[in-house]
């Protein structure tokens, strides 16, 4: 089984990585704009730019650099179109598994560093596809409750039902008339 093929070329072979590094810079062009926006399920990305930095690091290779992108969802409250700018500094360490690392027996310590900022990522094989950890800062990055500013259901002019018309106090008056025949 393959894996998916990726959205844009970001993929990097450590084997062919200069020991000074190399640089990268993605420019997403419409379509590939309107694929993000797809995997991400929002209305549309009209800005989605990258730069990072590759550098060996420890076998792997360290990716740091920043992402800008502007995007557009819907509201959660009118479903109208909102956009946000996103703007995020990328610092993330990708690391080859270890081959004689076995699972932990059941019942076995294991040591967590909770103070480390971030666990590097395990990779196997040569190549390191950059495009997925861009996607998933996008992803990370996004509002998860997008709306525009002010509004809320009052706005819209939607009226809840007060407490007393609510679901319960319906089922307490058919309770009470229930009550009340006997």
């Not at 062009?29 to 309107?34: G, N, P, S």
């Not at 730019?49 to 420890?58: N, V």
């Amino acid at each position: 089984m393959s894996a998916p093929k990726p959205i844009f070329d970001a993929v990097v072979r450590i084997d062919k990585l200069p020991s000074a590094g190399r640089s990268i810079a993605v420019d997403a062009d419409a379509a590939t704009r309107a694929e993000i926006a797809a995997a991400m399920n929002i209305l549309s990305v009209e800005r989605f730019e990258a730069s990072l930095t590759i550098a060996p690091l420890r076998g792997g290779l360290r990716a740091q650099g920043h992402l800008k992108a502007v995007v557009s969802q819907a509201s959660v409250v009118s479903f109208e179109p909102v956009s946000e700018v996103i703007s995020e500094d990328i610092d993330r360490g990708f690391l080859p598994a270890p081959r004689d690392h076995q699972a932990p027996a059941p019942g076995s310590e294991v040591f967590v560093d909770l103070e480390d900022e971030d666990f590097p990522d395990h990779i196997d094989g040569p190549e390191v596809d950059l495009s997925a950890m861009l996607l998933e800062t996008l992803a990370l990055a996004l509002d998860p409750y997008p709306k525009r500013p002010g509004e809320t259901l009052d706005t819209l002019g939607v009226a809840l039902d007060p407490p007393e018309e609510g679901p319960f106090a319906k089922l307490a008056r058919l309770a009470k008339e229930g009550n009340d025949k006997d």
